[in-house]
């Protein structure tokens, strides 16, 4: 099974600049066993970088030290990670989301199940899609305090979402 976590930065609806952008990150893990090692191995990170146990890694929460620490950790993973962008002046809605997640996940060669921070609205769209479809995609929400994959699919969003507002120079201090 393929397991796909997704999280969102920005939001759907008014437009404050004509580049404003709605983003999904996804994480992309190939099987159960990785996803395990690749908890553990953030566990560690937190542990050895002297944050608590319940700390979250949250891009648009946490200092720019943070930032640039986890982000160099989590180039080391070699993960496997994508985007969906959306430029809000487009109007595009929770629909038109669920639709471009479900391409990308048809798009993959095994059972599907996608692992995402509480957003109902998603959720819903999601199954909406899911059933219109026919497809064996299976959804869970979890939160992302308790879901370190869910924290990475942050971190790819939030630095998609600082490209997508132009802000380069703030991009350029997160890009290897």
Not at 43 to 57: I, L, M, V
Not at 134 to 151: A, L, M, P, V, Y
């Amino acid at each position: 099974m393929t397991y796909i976590c997704i999280d969102e930065s920005g939001a759907l609806g008014s437009v404050q600049k004509p580049n404003d952008c709605f983003i999904i990150g996804l994480v992309i893990v190939r099987n159960l066993d990785l996803v395990h090692k690749i908890n553990g191995m953030v566990d560690e990170y937190r542990h050895k970088a002297g944050y608590s146990s319940d700390f979250e890694f949250h891009f648009h929460q946490n200092s720019d030290k943070q930032k640039r620490g986890f982000l160099a950790f989590i180039r080391k993973l070699d993960l496997e990670h994508h985007t969906i962008v959306f430029k809000k002046n487009e109007g595009a809605d929770y629909g038109d989301v669920a639709v471009s997640i479900c391409d990308f996940c048809e798009d993959i060669d095994d059972k599907v199940k996608i692992i995402m921070d509480s957003n109902p609205h998603l959720r819903s769209e999601l199954r909406k899609e899911i059933s219109k479809r026919k497809i064996g995609i299976k959804t869970r929400e979890t939160r992302s305090s308790s879901n370190n994959i869910i924290q990475i699919a942050d971190y790819v969003a939030g630095v998609a979402h600082k490209e997508c507002s132009s802000r380069k120079a703030e991009v350029n201090r997160y890009k290897a």
